[in-house]
């Protein structure tokens, strides 16, 4: 294999690692979410595979940029996914420094905003019409952010803290609810909980009317292709 052959091949294979690592990363949310044996932050799935992950997605981000024709330009056009990239918690544990709980929790889950960029990105390119493509990245980005508003819901609101919350599916329920901005028949009771509330009613205020929109292109086009057929013709 020739050298051209091979410095082709690096990017391509780079974007693989990082979608995979995307994945294994959103799973180890979910392996955490379910866990009954401590502190997500102190121990736990998705805490041994964040540094890794994160090591893959600078590899990525950086190899991109070395292949890029115009590479300050990429650097600054991309710098959002170079943020996103960095493993903060590990950073922080190296240094010894003692962050709040808030802000531990923050800086512990960034790499999953650029992980879900990532997978967001796969759909978009494997879509062959454009419309459809970005169409599918906003339901990708909806139920992601559902999924993961249960997560966060069921963890903070269950065990006690809300009689409501009896179980996970009844934490999903009632994230799909808000997101719809329908609206539950119980309300959160943590601080966490009316925060997870407040962003899904936003997210469904600005992802929704995205459908009504394609929904109306798709109408349209049918239509359009309706009055050219043979029988309008005439």
């Known amino acids: 294999m020739s050298a051209r052959a091979i410095l082709t091949a690096i990017p391509k294979v780079t974007r693989i690692l990082v979608v995979l690592a995307s994945a294994l990363l959103v799973a180890a949310i979910s392996v955490d979410a379910f866990a009954t044996d401590g502190d997500i932050l102190l121990r736990g799935f ?45 950073i922080v544990e190296a240094a010894g420094v003692k962050l709040g709980a808030t802000a531990s929790y923050v800086i512990h889950f960034v790499p999953t905003v650029r992980a879900v960029m990532a997978l967001v990105v796969l759909v978009v390119f494997i879509s062959k019409n454009r419309l459809v493509g970005f169409f599918l990245s906003y339901v990708l980005i909806l139920a992601l952010m559902v999924y993961f ?29 808000q997101a719809t901005t329908l ?52």
């Open 46 to 90: 998705y805490r041994s595979v964040q540094l890794p992950v994160c090591v893959v997605f600078l590899i990525g981000f950086f190899v991109d940029m070395y292949v890029s024709p115009k590479r300050a330009r990429y650097f600054f056009s991309h710098l959002i996914i170079l943020v996103l990239s960095i493993p903060y918690s590990a």
């Open 183 to 234: 609206g539950a028949s119980f309300y959160a009771c943590t601080t966490v909980g009316k925060a997870v509330a407040m962003a899904l009613s936003a997210t469904g205020v600005m992802m929704f009317p995205v459908f009504t929109v394609y929904f109306t292109g798709v109408v349209r086009k049918y239509l359009d292709s309706y009055k050219k057929s043979s029988i309008f013709a005439n």
């Open 149 to 177: 508003s249960s997560l966060i819901f069921f963890l903070y609101e269950g065990a006690g803290a809300n009689p409501h919350v009896v179980s996970y599916w009844t934490a999903l329920w009632w994230c799909v609810l």
